[in-house]
């Protein structure tokens, strides 16, 4: 991950930093899942992404009209080698949707891949 100064005006940096601590989310993470989003957003308006906020408070992405998060089809297709067809079929989604969420989990992976261990290890304290 590149490093990059960023220069907020005050008043927005209290803001953010008041958002990102409401979201138990660091003030560095906010702004990327921030960026991520608007990135994305300006990339495809008529993108199957969205982000929606966990009971943990955490934000993360999903698949657009249901409750399908990324990472677990990120884990179907890598930890489990399931195909886009398999997945489309075991969550109900089309190939489509599958495709776009596993390219986004590509163009996001190390992010996502940090909020996938950040929930193993939550399991396996809980578990």
């Known amino acids: 991950m590149t490093a990059y100064a960023l220069n907020l005006p005050d008043r927005l940096k209290?803001?953010?930093e008041q958002l990102a601590e409401s979201q138990g989310i660091s003030?560095?993470?906010f702004v990327l899942w921030a960026v991520t989003e608007k990135v994305s957003t300006l990339k495809a308006s008529l993108s199957s992404i969205t982000y929606r906020?966990?009971?943990s408070g955490q934000i993360f992405p999903v698949i657009k009209g249901t409750g399908v998060r990324v990472q677990t089809l990120a884990i179907a297709a890598h930890?489990?080698?399931m195909s886009?067809?398999?997945i489309a079929d075991e969550y109900d989604l089309s190939e489509v949707q599958v495709n776009e969420a596993l390219?986004?989990?590509e163009l996001n992976k190390e992010q996502i891949d940090i909020a996938i261990a950040s929930e193993q290890a939550l399991q396996s304290v809980h578990g």
């Open 14 to 16: 209290h803001e953010v």
């Open 27 to 29: 003030l560095d993470q």
């Open 53 to 55: 906020q966990g009971a």
């Open 79 to 81: 930890k489990w080698s």
């Open 84 to 86: 886009a067809a398999q």
């Open 103 to 105: 390219k986004f989990y």
